[in-house]
């Protein structure tokens, strides 16, 4: 099973960017879909958009559009999330997770926390 | 996009009862729908997916069933470490929604 190591911990001023990169290993990378999902303090999960590396072109949720970048490296086996024009609502944790056959999130990242804050 | 509505939205139970949790999807979406356990400052993890498929590991007192807008995850007899939050996602379309997790408590 793939493992996915997120990157560390963020401390953002308001709107500023952060961009958080997703290390996998350990199993197949280019053909699975990678996505990116959201929680904020004891609040639920929030799917923020998702690429498949081999194809390069990423879907977000219309939430985040215009605000959110999700790419890939299939070099690397790595894929990030930037995410532009913080603001304090977007305090949460990050995380990265690999979708299996038919969209179920089979692997996730450990988290990281991005805290927005002047 | 897809609405997802979980219930209840918490639950109080006791070790050994049977408890059930339900999905509702704001429209039609076969069996693409997936249940998830997260604990406390952990990342979620994969129980049910496509409604009733036992996720490789996942303990045989976890079941769900459904298809079409309705969907339950059943715990057959709780075990300590089962007290957690649950939440349904679809996976039929993005963007893969989620509902607003239940919450199992003691």
């Known amino acids: 099973q793939v493992q996915l190591v997120q990157s560390g911990a963020e401390v953002k001023k308001p709107g500023s960017s952060v961009k958080v990169s997703c290390k996998a290993s350990g199993g197949t990378f280019s053909t699975y879909a990678i996505s990116w999902v959201r929680q904020a303090a004891g609040q639920g999960l929030e799917w923020m958009g998702g690429i498949i590396p081999v194809f390069g072109t990423a879907n977000y949720t219309q939430k985040f559009q215009g605000r959110v970048t999700i790419t890939a490296d299939e070099f690397t086996n790595t894929a990030y999330m930037e995410l532009s024009s913080l603001r304090s609502e977007d305090t949460a944790v990050y995380f990265c997770?690999?979708?299996?056959?038919?969209?179920?999130?089979?692997?996730w990242g450990q988290g990281t926390l991005v805290t927005v804050s002047s | 996009d897809i609405q997802m509505t979980q219930s209840p939205s918490s639950l109080s139970a006791s070790v050994g009862d049977r408890v059930t949790i339900t999905c509702r999807a704001s429209q039609s979406m076969s069996s693409y729908l997936n249940w998830y356990q997260q604990k406390p400052g952990k990342a979620p993890k994969l129980l049910i997916y496509a409604a009733s498929r036992l996720q490789s590991g996942v303990p045989s007192r976890f079941s769900g069933s459904g298809s079409g807008t309705d969907f339950t995850l059943s715990i057959s007899s709780l075990q300590p470490e089962d007290f957690a939050t649950y939440y349904c996602q679809q996976s039929y379309i993005t963007p893969y929604t989620f509902g607003q997790g239940t919450n199992l408590e003691i």
């Open positions: 997770s690999r979708d299996g056959a038919n969209g179920r999130i089979d692997s």
